[in-house]
């Protein structure tokens, strides 16, 4: 089946740094990718969604400037943190989908921000 | 807003016998739903999916249910093993290409 990865698997940073984390499909070109963040015991909830060589479309109460969104191929989207804080600590998941409408979904980041 | 939710947060199971996992739904625009399974750390991952114009549909060891009069739907597992301990989500989509609505999540746990 497709394979979507993500990197780093979890990262430790500083308060006020900046945290870019990579989702990449490994065996399919996705066209659409989707950023979630997952608070402990809680469900995903969607951040943003990026189509290759677009601008994202972020879900309301996501602050665009803080969390920036590249997709600059088809194989890559990257999630950029700016300015991390505590609150910003979390598990951040990245689907892909190709053409067909299945979504795969990534491992998951675990952003731990002190 | 509009939004899928779960009825149980937690669910205890004796090894080998059935569980049954329940979400309601709220939007009626919905064009299909899905079940993840989310173990500890990971992504979650695909168990089944079912269309708006479906019932039921079976695969290996789970079966989903879907109510459109009541607005429900459920995941089967079958003689549940250990393995199968993990927080299900059920999901929903308004359409095929279209963004995904996660449901609160249940845990499932696993008794020997």
């Known amino acids: 089946g497709a394979v979507v990865s993500q990197h780093p698997s979890w990262v430790i940073c500083k308060s006020g740094t900046s945290v870019k984390i990579e989702c990449r499909s490994l065996?399919?070109?996705?066209?659409?990718m989707f950023w979630y963040r997952q608070f402990p015991k809680q469900s995903l909830m969607l951040m943003a969604t990026?189509?290759?060589?677009?601008?994202?479309?972020?879900e309301q109460g996501v602050e665009k400037d803080k969390f920036l969104i590249n997709h600059a191929s088809l194989t890559l989207s990257t999630l950029t943190v700016t300015s991390a804080h505590p609150e910003d600590s979390s598990f951040y998941i990245c689907?892909?989908?190709?053409?067909?409408?299945?979504?795969?979904f990534g491992p998951g980041t675990r952003l731990t921000v002190l | 807003g509009e939004s899928v939710g779960l009825h149980l947060p937690t669910l205890s199971v004796q090894e080998g016998d059935n569980s049954i996992i329940n979400c309601a739904y709220s939007?009626?625009?919905?064009?299909?739903f899905i079940w993840y399974k989310q173990e500890s750390g990971k992504g979650p991952q695909f168990i089944i999916d079912?269309?708006?114009?479906?019932d039921k549909r079976q695969g290996q060891r789970v079966t989903v249910l879907l109510n459109k009069t009541v607005k429900h739907l459920s995941l089967q597992i079958a003689a549940t093993q250990p393995g199968d301990s993990a927080v299900y989500f059920c999901?929903?989509?308004?359409?095929?290409?279209?963004?995904?609505?996660f449901g609160k999540g249940t845990r499932l746990h696993i008794l020997p």
């Open positions: 689907s892909a989908r190709a053409n067909t409408d299945t979504q795969y």
């Open positions: 065996d399919f070109q996705a066209t659409t």
């Open positions: 990026s189509n290759e060589g677009s601008k994202a479309t972020y």
């Open positions: 939007n009626s625009a919905s064009d299909y």
């Open positions: 079912i269309r708006s114009n479906m």
């Open positions: 999901a929903e989509v308004q359409n095929r290409d279209d963004k995904i609505i």
